[in-house]
């Protein structure tokens, strides 16, 4: 309604109809674009669609504009840095035709008229992930791959769409979460990720702002920034400090980046806000003077008896309680419109409120610029600024110290003028106090500037001596932080991503790695996503080139493998591995394989290495040596171990050669590596387990080493190569052996019994006594049939170890080969457990089967110089051998025979 259909409308009347708390939970919504009738929305405008108003005083005619990074970074070509940052429409919040309130803010209840808050999709995904123990954990579990992907596919583009990508990623997620936050509620584990991935994204818009700057500024470090050319401009002297001064551009991108953070929580803190005066101000005052007059009755409370804005101040006399009530409120939003940068939408408020003279004093901070004094047309231009922006700042200033106007409208003017105390007074959170400081510098640095090229106002006078006098600097804001008294805020500054922001602020990487290396230092573990944004910054930096503390990056790196292991993200562990030094990515990725159970993954991560650029084969050898030395055994004498079962780190141990076999250019390691295992099972006497690591091997080893080293080599295999497939010949002749003596073995104790006869009363039974017992000499007949052959066989695979070919077995025959001591200890020893254990085993084998001449002849073997077995034998050894055979002696002695199994002589 107009003011002349509304003016005998009396505010006991509206009240009636719409009181405050009415208006508070009035709906409100949304032009729809194209159309006259607001719609109902349920969301703040995107930031995309907001007008993109400066948030600093100076920032609509100095803030420097970048350009798209991959025309920085690219080579060639150079874009300029600074240019002006133009004022896009906002499409969505045009105050000059519109109702603002309703279109800018947004009731929570304003979605419900179709009884759902959300929209289908979403409603479908937070039911879903509120059915989850974590439903936030479950929500964001993506971004890991989605990280990766995006890490992996702008690796050789430009840095800084890569840090975008990050941002898309992080809000999409944000998105997701608040949805379900809403129905989860403020305390739940959802909020705590809600709120970690909101700071994520914050950090990465200050990172992409602040070192888009840096980059650019080290790439034009050959152009002559300290040049500077008289003017009567003050625009101009304050563009030209923003070229030249990189730390008060950097401060403002501060500023810049401060108060976008807010304009996206813009919808937060007045959702509810309504405003009933088109044209005039304090509307109630109005008509409560207007009743006065027509009545000439006095009132019983006093009030103010004129209407300009000085009035209340003036006489000391308040306005009607309503309009003290919407004045508050007016200077609360209108000071948030401000703090999120957006100031004309400020002056817009004002102005549709009826209160257009504050949104004149909302306008004299723009810098003096009259175009026509170096112009060579003929047309005049239009002058910019305020030419008595002196003045106007000190009265700001003045106004901000009195202490009986409101503190918003205070911080309005303090925000102004550079006058940090009333404005930290309405600062609540780490960000404002940051937000305020970094603009009051930005403030001091300019008007620093304007006094040194003579362009300052003789009211800079007025203006208090600490303020002209200041010397700020980056450092010297998180100070000041520090000695706040506001409890909030000194919790907010030990948070880790306003640690971070710090740090990135100050450009101060060694302070901030010191950082990250005291969290991971500290007991309680990191929440994961906050490892994988310092995972990824690391990155970032690195490849910028910057120097970096290589120590903490290593620890940062294994800190996340380790998180990625832990969670089972598998494909995700070898391409963050490559980025850590090569010896301790082969230890770490090497100590990952040992935790893949799965033999059907296991290509898979082998596949995903050699595409990281890992040394497959080192860490493959890594992983086989760490699992058979773990739980090392003792080579001890088999009299004093005691064969057992295969246990679950034998199996372990087995299982682990497969690793070897995936790539047949790793058949001479996988040889070596089963070699040595086998050696330590046939230590213990554990043959089962040893034909299981042997079985492993394929058959066609030998000849694909063979071939292998054939294709392109004229010489010899290398001595290794060579020794390792002797001793798995040896190896394959002691498992054969030992096979066919447990067949014997178990044949001959498995001799048919004789029946016993039953008594022979009656013929029927004589005649089944004579069936079973050549039944009996049937079966006998073939078993020593089968015995005599398996005491062949065990005797001949016996002989092919004892008398192994080309110098004994597990002797190697090349000694040109890599020293290891360890290899031929093992050896040895075996040579001394194996060929006694063997040499008994066939003589036992000779005597129960009475071939005790054969026995005898064993001396004979033992005590030849060409196979010298006698120096692998032990003196006990030795004594018990030679009491075998005089056992076979006195049997043949027995037979009538002499002691060595010869006919006597007569």
């Not at 930031?47 to 920032?59: D, G, K, V």
């Not at 710090?502 to 302070?511: A, M, T």
């Not at 093992?826 to 129960?848: I, Y």
């Not at 051998?881 to 006195?890: D, H, P, Q, V, Y």
């Amino acid at each position: 309604m107009d003011w002349g259909q509304s003016e005998l409308l009396s505010p006991v009347v509206r009240d009636e109809e719409v009181t405050v708390a009415a208006r508070r939970r009035k709906k409100v919504a949304f032009p729809s674009p194209g159309s006259g009738s607001p719609v109902v929305s349920t969301a703040t405008p995107a930031r995309s669609l907001m007008r993109n108003t400066p948030a600093s005083l100076f920032r609509q005619a100095v803030t420097p504009r970048f350009p798209d990074v991959s025309t920085i970074l690219a080579p060639g070509g150079r874009t300029p840095r600074y240019t002006h940052t133009p004022r896009k429409a906002l499409s969505s919040m045009n105050l000059d035709d519109s109702d603002w309130t309703n279109s800018m803010y947004i009731s929570p209840v304003s979605g419900m008229d179709n009884s759902s808050f959300f929209s289908d999709d979403t409603a479908n995904l937070s039911s879903a992930l509120l059915k989850e123990d974590d439903p936030g954990e479950a929500a964001a579990a993506s971004l890991f791959p989605e990280f990766l992907a995006s890490l992996v596919k702008h690796s050789s583009s430009a840095v800084f769409e890569l840090l975008d990508e990050y941002q898309t990623l992080c809000q999409e997620k944000v998105d997701v979460l608040q949805s379900v936050v809403l129905r989860a509620g403020q305390n739940s584990k959802t909020a705590g990720v809600h709120w970690l991935l909101q700071q994520e994204n914050c950090t990465w818009r200050l990172i992409t702002s602040l070192y888009r700057d840096r980059v650019q500024l080290a790439l034009e470090d050959d152009i002559m920034t300290d040049m500077v050319v008289p003017s009567e401009s003050e625009k101009v002297v304050v563009e030209q400090l923003f070229q030249r001064d990189a730390v008060i551009r950097q401060s403002q991108l501060v500023v810049d980046w401060l108060e976008s953070i807010a304009k996206d929580k813009i919808g937060d803190f007045s959702d509810n806000i309504e405003y009933y005066a088109k044209n005039v101000c304090w509307e109630n005052t109005l008509h409560s003077l207007k009743l006065r007059r027509k009545s000439g009755t006095a009132f019983t409370v006093p009030l103010v008896t004129e209407l300009d804005p000085d009035a209340p101040f003036r006489q000391q006399r308040p306005l009607a309680d309503l309009d003290r009530e919407d004045d508050a409120r007016l200077l609360k939003n209108l000071f948030s419109l401000i703090r999120a940068g957006m100031t004309e939408e400020a002056q817009r408020l004002c102005k549709r409120c009826g209160q257009a003279w504050r949104a004149a004093t909302l306008e004299g901070w723009k810098l003096y610029h009259d175009p026509n004094r170096t112009s060579v047309s003929i047309e005049l231009q239009p002058i910019e600024g305020n030419p008595q922006r002196g003045i106007w700042k000190a009265c700001c200033w003045r106004m901000a110290e009195e202490e009986q106007l409101n503190r918003y409208e205070r911080a309005i003017y303090s925000s102004l003028s550079g006058n940090l105390k009333p404005l930290l007074a309405v600062c609540e959170s780490w960000e404002d106090c940051v937000w305020a400081h970094f603009k009051v510098m930005v403030d001091s640095l300019v008007e620093k500037e304007l006094m040194s090229s003579g362009m300052a106002h003789q009211e800079m006078d007025t203006l208090p001596r600490e303020y002209l006098e200041a010397n700020w600097t980056m450092e010297k804001v998180f100070e000041e932080l520090q000695a706040l008294e506001l409890k909030r805020v000194l919790e907010e500054t030990k948070e880790h991503h306003h640690i971070i922001q710090k740090f990135v602020i100050l450009g101060d990487l060694d302070g901030l790695f010191e950082e990250f290396s005291d969290w991971l230092t500290t007991s309680k573990p990191l929440p994961s996503h906050l490892l994988r944004f310092m995972t990824h910054l690391l990155l970032f930096f690195r490849s910028l080139g910057l120097a970096l503390k290589e120590e903490v990056c290593v620890d940062v790196l294994k800190a996340y493998v380790s998180l990625l292991v832990r969670d089972q993200q598998t494909d995700l562990v070898a391409r963050y591995v490559s980025q850590l030094p090569p010896e301790v990515a082969t230890v770490e990725y090497a100590a990952f394989l040992e935790t893949v159970n799965q033999p059907e993954i296991r290509p898979r991560c082998l596949q995903l290495a050699t595409d990281a650029g890992l040394d497959v084969a080192a860490i493959t050898k890594l992983v086989v040596e760490t699992v058979r030395e773990r739980d090392e055994t003792e080579f001890t004498h088999h009299s004093q171990t005691l064969e057992m079962g295969t246990t679950k780190e034998d199996l372990r141990k087995i299982d682990v050669i497969d690793w070897l076999l995936f790539d047949p250019a790793h058949r001479a390691e996988s040889l070596k590596q089963s070699n040595a295992i086998m050696r330590k099972f046939l230590a213990v006497q554990k043959h089962d387990a040893a034909k299981a690591v042997f079985s492993k091997v394929p058959e066609d080893s030998m000849r694909e080493i063979y071939c292998q080293w054939s294709g392109g080599q004229t010489t010899s295999l290398p001595a290794e190569d060579e020794n390792a497939i002797r001793e798995h010949l040896c190896i394959r002749a002691y498992l054969e052996a030992h096979e066919a003596f447990t067949d014997w073995f178990n044949h001959s104790s498995s001799a048919p019994q004789k029946p016993a006869p039953a008594p022979e009363a009656k013929f029927t039974e004589r005649v089944a006594n004579e069936m079973r017992e050549k039944e009996y000499q049937a079966s006998l007949s073939a078993w020593s049939c089968r015995l005599d052959v398996l005491t062949e066989d065990v005797k001949e695979r016996i002989y092919n170890v004892l008398l192994f070919v080309d110098g004994g077995w597990m002797i190697d025959n090349r000694q040109d080969s890599e020293p290891d001591s360890e290899r031929r200890h093992q050896m040895a020893a075996l040579r001394s457990l194996c060929l006694p254990r063997l040499t008994f085993l066939l003589l036992s084998v000779l005597q129960n089967s009475s071939r005790h001449q054969e026995a005898l002849r064993l001396a004979d073997i033992i005590s030849s110089d060409q196979h010298r077995l006698y120096q692998v034998f032990s003196k006990e050894e030795l004594r018990r051998f030679l009491l075998k055979l005089r056992e076979s002696s006195l049997a043949l002695l027995d037979r009538g025979l002499d002691p060595l199994g010869y006919e006597l002589q007569t």
